[in-house]
């Protein structure tokens, strides 16, 4: 028999995981949304790999490591290096197509802290839904189970055997057994008023893992990209790096260019920028980003520029495009060994939603689609040679005690816009101790971790996933001794 294993998410990592898997398991991904709602597919600059002949894997490993401020683990930085040129070979080779240069040479991009050219990029700036739907397409022998959420892992004898689900549609739940559970349901963008990433990505793996009592490391080290496009207080949109890489400059209102003085200028690592990026604009600025610098911008920002045009921002006369930071990704995450095994038995973690240790205290710029490849190809062995569970458990064991299922009750939860709020404000790019506590002691009384899943509604589910990660981050914030790349404290003297 084969096994059966359990992807949940459909971005690059659950999709990439199941092409690897799908003639040796018996593989369903359950998603929350359709097969398109994730933010692989809203990824826009690119894929970081040393191919370029006057580049090498070590170079790429010393960029990663200086950007994580070498709170990497290195044994995952080598494995990212290394195996992630020969997983991005296989693909250009089953089909997938990035941009090339006039003269045929793949075409690489350049970003912040990285010191080559080496970001493939597809469709100019829509690499994640060039390379997901590529991915997506190579998925044939599986099931899906889209607008599914999953709301507990199932846990027996110390060993996850299986998902509790509700299927928006009917909303009817049910327990679906499996040998192996795999995490990639990203990261936790939605905590934050001001998000680049889906709505569908409200930190549910990590409270998933927390209610299962997994381990969870580095929650602290969440990464504020500098560059949102920001209309009337509203993010619509990321404005790649790839747009500094090529050229662009931060300025405010007066045209002074905010990043000159910094040894990387615009191209700093993203907590560098987005903590000036802050400090100038609580000096009362405005936040630009001068795009005159950029020669083709419209051919080479072709999703950039279909943005801009429908949000009507008039970037053709005045050159210059409204910025602001906000929440982008998480560096910390479920913590799992090399191959994506997490401290539970039979549940593991991939993409973004786990921290082998990969990105250390600030992620390098387009080594995450590149690390949903590697810890999903790793991932893959390990589950292909291990043991099948399904027989021998019984499944009505599996049946969830009373008190933890039934129908939706009254319960009292945060407003998602009070929690966004505060998070911003206490758990922002900038924190201090004293409101950190602040956070927690507003938090605590709600006892989020005591709420059953399957008693909530979907948009009450969303605001206690998004609290019980908003704790793990104050909590991890508050017991890092030092200040660290993503997480900075301003501690009272
Ligand atoms: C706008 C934007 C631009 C980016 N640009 C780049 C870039 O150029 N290069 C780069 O390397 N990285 C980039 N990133 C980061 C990168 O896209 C992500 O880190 C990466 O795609 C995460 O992939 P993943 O498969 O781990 O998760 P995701 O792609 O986020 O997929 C998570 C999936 O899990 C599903 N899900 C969540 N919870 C549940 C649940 N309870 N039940 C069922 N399903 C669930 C979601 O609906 C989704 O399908 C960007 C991110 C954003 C938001």
Known sequence: ??????????????????????????????????????????????????????????????????????????????????????LISQLIKQGMTFDHQANGQLDFGLEGAHRHHRILHANGDQTGAALTSFVQQQVQQ???????????????????????????????????????????????????????????????????????????????????????????????????????????????????????????????????VARQLTAWQAQGHQLFLDISPVSNFEQRFIGVTANLDRRQIPFRQTQRIPVQPGAHFMMGGIRTDLNGQTSLPGLFAIGEVACNGVHGANRLASNSLLDCLVSAAKASQTIKDGPNLLQPLNLTALALQPQRSGPITQVSVPSLTELQKRAWQQLGIVRQPAALHDFLNWLAPYQLSKLCPAQLTDSQLTVVNLGLCAQLIAKSALAEPTNLGANYLVRES
């Not at 398109?36 to 580049?55: H, K, P, R, V």
């Not at 889906?198 to 299962?212: I, W």
């Open 1 to 86: 028999m084969k096994r059966r294993v359990l992807i949940i998410g459909a971005g690059l990592a659950g999709c990439y995981l199941a092409t690897q898997l799908q003639t040796s398991c018996d593989v369903i991904i359950i998603t929350k949304g359709t097969r398109n709602d994730s933010d692989s597919m809203l990824a826009q600059g690119g894929i970081a790999a040393a191919l370029a002949t006057n580049d090498s894997p070590a170079q790429h490993a010393e960029d990663t490591l200086a950007a994580g401020q070498y709170h990497n683990s290195l044994a995952a930085v080598e494995q990212l290096v290394t195996t992630g040129p020969s």
């Open 142 to 272: 599986i099931h899906w189970l889209t607008q599914t959420t999953v709301l507990e892992l199932i846990v027996k004898e110390h060993q996850c055997c299986g998902v509790l689900v509700r299927h928006s549609n009917t909303q009817k739940t049910e327990i679906l057994p499996a040998d192996v559970v795999v995490l990639a349901t990203g990261g936790l963008g939605n905590l934050y008023p001001y998000t680049t990433n889906d709505a569908t990505v409200t930190g549910d793996g990590f409270a998933l893992a927390q209610r299962a009592q997994v381990a969870i490391t580095d929650m602290a080290y969440v990464q504020f990209h500098p560059t949102l496009l920001m209309i009337n207080h509203h993010c619509d949109g990321l404005i790649t790096e790839a747009i500094r890489g090529a050229g662009a400059h931060l300025v405010d209102e007066n045209n002074h260019r905010i990043m000159a003085t910094f040894p990387q200028q615009d191209l700093a690592p993203r907590d560098v």
